[in-house]
């Protein structure tokens, strides 16, 4: 699976802004025909992303697009037209039910049979953010096997449920841990929320931490500057990573000799802590 540290959005009208996304190092790009496309653009977004999916040098960035909302009247176009380019991934915002996800699923797998690509080659990413969606998290999440990712979208949200947005977030805390949650139960990688000032870089620095710590493997960023401080934010230090092999030589040593909790460094270790050095060394790409 693609790593996630980093999913910038860039305005699929905009090429100027694909290419310079594209020289930013960063692990994804998504490019919008949603919420950064006025509605008077959306057909000039599909032919953009559908040019820069054929000329655009990527390197090694996931190349995603996302789409308008499934409803809107807008998406059956927007698939039509962008997926005989072959994007790595399709975003679809505001989903409420697994329904709407195998629609999207279906679509896919009609593009990849009549390209003769393989089955599932095209990943799907969906994007919580409405009370409904939290709600139903558990069947979006086993909805289907080309599906790699749930985002949180804390702002959609907070506009739904009718909270006041704040910066320490307590109004949507239950939502944000039940998306990754519902994540790691399904094997799934967690995409946190937008930091939307994009001139706070401490406060997105603070953040990005916080659902590093909560178990989130990326954010979505706004701006090309924030790039930089998110992926730094979920890359593990090189002491992180070198205390997490310690503790995997030790526990397979250990485990040849038919022992299970063992000390180390003064510290007891068992299968949780064990896992947790696992992951974290997966998340290093170790």
């Not at 962008?82 to 009609?110: C, N, W, Y």
């Not at 009718?162 to 939502?175: K, L, S």
């Amino acid at each position: 699976m693609h790593p996630r540290r980093a999913l910038l959005y860039m305005p699929g009208d905009d090429m100027r802004k694909i290419q310079k996304a594209a020289t930013l190092g960063v692990d994804c790009i998504c490019m919008d025909m949603e919420d950064g496309v006025a509605i008077n653009r959306k057909e000039e977004a599909r032919r953009t992303i559908a040019e820069a999916l054929q000329s655009v040098n990527f390197r090694n960035a996931e190349k995603l697009a996302r789409i308008n909302p499934i409803g809107s009247g807008l998406e059956v176009d927007d698939l039509k037209l962008v997926l005989p380019f072959r994007p790595d991934g399709i975003v679809v915002p505001k989903v409420e039910t697994p329904e709407q996800v195998h629609q999207v699923d279906a679509a896919i797998s009609a593009a990849e049979l009549a390209q003769d690509w393989q089955h599932n080659s095209i990943a799907l990413i969906v994007l919580i953010e409405t009370a409904l969606g939290i709600v139903n998290l558990k069947e979006i999440a086993s909805s289907t096997r080309r599906l790699q990712a749930l985002i949180f979208g804390s702002e959609d949200l907070t506009a739904d449920i009718g909270a006041e947005r704040t910066r320490d977030g307590w109004e949507i805390f239950y939502a944000r841990s039940a998306v990754v949650t519902h994540a790691a139960a399904y094997g799934l990688q967690a995409i946190d929320m937008v930091h939307i000032d994009f001139q706070d870089d401490e406060g997105l620095r603070l953040e990005a931490i916080q659902g590093a710590q909560m178990g989130y493997s990326g954010k979505q960023v706004i701006h090309p500057n924030q790039v930089r401080i998110v992926q730094e934010a979920f890359t593990p230090n090189p002491e992180a990573v070198a205390q997490a092999k310690r503790i995997v030589e030790a526990f397979q040593k250990h485990q040849q000799s038919g022992l299970g909790a063992f000390a180390l460094e003064g510290k007891m270790i068992d299968a949780p802590i064990v896992k947790a050095a696992e992951r974290l060394l997966a998340r290093a790409g170790l």
